[in-house]
């Protein structure tokens, strides 16, 4: 079994910065993907930004230039560094991991527990 582990959430001023963590542990041969997504009061869960083990990264546009997603490999760790915040910005964020736990497994999607982000005055 795999879990995910956020930390880093909270409330922050308009204008304000946080960093999240998201630490994957259990059985891991490697991992592909990592990514944040949040998601505002509501059914939607939408894509943050996402990274690949090469290091190629993927954008939301009402997030481009101010959030920057970064991942240790070798800690199986994806941080995402929240600068200039909106309120908008408010949601849970959860991370998301596509891991192989052996050679020849299948890949497969583990979920973090959800962290608040709450940017308000």
């Known amino acids: 079994q795999v879990q995910l582990v956020e930390s880093g959430g909270g409330l922050v001023q308009p204008g304000g910065s946080l960093r999240l963590s998201c630490a994957a542990s259990?059985?891991?041969?490697?991992?592909?993907?990592m990514g944040w997504y949040r998601q505002a009061p509501g059914p939607q869960r939408e894509l943050v930004a996402s990274?690949?083990?090469?290091?190629?990264?993927n954008y939301a546009d009402s997030v481009k230039g101010r959030f920057t997603i970064s991942r240790d490999n070798a800690k199986n760790t994806v941080y995402l560094q929240m600068n200039s915040l909106k309120p908008e910005d408010t949601a849970v964020y959860y991370c998301?991991?596509?891991?192989?736990?052996?050679?020849?497994?299948?890949?497969?999607?583990?979920w973090g527990q959800g962290t608040q982000i709450t940017v308000s005055s």
């Open positions: 259990g059985s891991i041969f490697s991992i592909n993907v």
């Open positions: 998301k991991a596509g891991v192989i736990s052996g050679l020849y497994r299948p890949e497969s999607d583990y």
């Open positions: 990274i690949t083990r090469g290091g190629s990264i």
